[in-house]
Every structure is written in structure tokens, then in C-alpha cells.
């Protein structure tokens, strides 16, 4: 089994910023691509930045330039820098991780719990 924990979450000022940390831990053999998914209010959750496991990025159209995916694969941890925050970046946040654990030979779909994201005007 493999958890995901995720923090940074918060009440910030439009204009502000965060950092939101996902950690894996257990069983694991090797993360590969990993996402940060939101959801807002009455809407349906998107996709916000995606990193491989060779560091590749990508972004949702809104988010460019503003926010930053990275991960410390020794530590087991993605990371999203979240700049220039607006309040229609409010949301929950989560990390949506595949990870092979040890012994097996295909990657499962993990998912966190969610951390909650305000921005005020």
C-alpha cells in the first residue's frame, strides 16, 4: 500500500502565493507521473500540472507561468509553487500520484485526500 499525504493548503490574498507538498510513503518502488488535480466549488476537477518521471511538465492553460510542479524523488515528494494566486485558482487540491510498489510489475492510481485552497480578492 502507498499513502499520499498532502499540506501547503490555505487562506491567502489574491496575488499571494503557496507551496503545496504531496508525500508519498510505503511500499514503493518508483513513482512515475504524477498530477495535481483541483476542484472547485460546483465544478467539475481539472487537471491543473503534471511532471513525468524524467521531469517533464505540463500545465493547465490558466495556471501557466504562474504555478510550478517539481518533485525530490529521494524524498518522495511533488511539489506545486503556486504564484500570482487569483480567486478562481480556490479549490481543493490533489495529488494524484501512479507508483509501482515493490514486487509488482505495473504502476496503481493513488490519489491524496485533498488540501484545501482560498484565495480572496
Known amino acids: 500500500q502507498v499513502q499520499l499525504v498532502e499540506s501547503g493548503g490555505g487562506l491567502v490574498q489574491a496575488g499571494g502565493s503557496l507551496r503545496l507538498s504531496c508525500a508519498a510513503s510505503?511500499?514503493?518502488?518508483?513513482?512515475?507521473?504524477v498530477g495535481w488535480v483541483r476542484q472547485a466549488p460546483g465544478k467539475q476537477r481539472e487537471l491543473v500540472a503534471t511532471?513525468?518521471?524524467?521531469?517533464?511538465?505540463k500545465y493547465l492553460d490558466p495556471v501557466k507561468g504562474r504555478f510550478t510542479i517539481s518533485r525530490d524523488n529521494a524524498k518522495n515528494t511533488v511539489y506545486l509553487q503556486m504564484n500570482s494566486l487569483k480567486p478562481e485558482d480556490t479549490g481543493v487540491y490533489y495529488c494524484?500520484?501512479?507508483?509501482?510498489?515493490?514486487?509488482?510489475?505495473?504502476?496503481?492510481?493513488?490519489w491524496g485526500q485533498g488540501t484545501q485552497v482560498t484565495v480572496s480578492s
Open positions: 494524484n500520484a501512479f507508483v509501482t510498489e515493490t514486487g509488482s510489475s505495473y504502476p496503481i492510481d493513488y
Open positions: 510505503g511500499n514503493i518502488f518508483n513513482i512515475n507521473a
Open positions: 511532471i513525468t518521471s524524467d521531469g517533464t511538465t
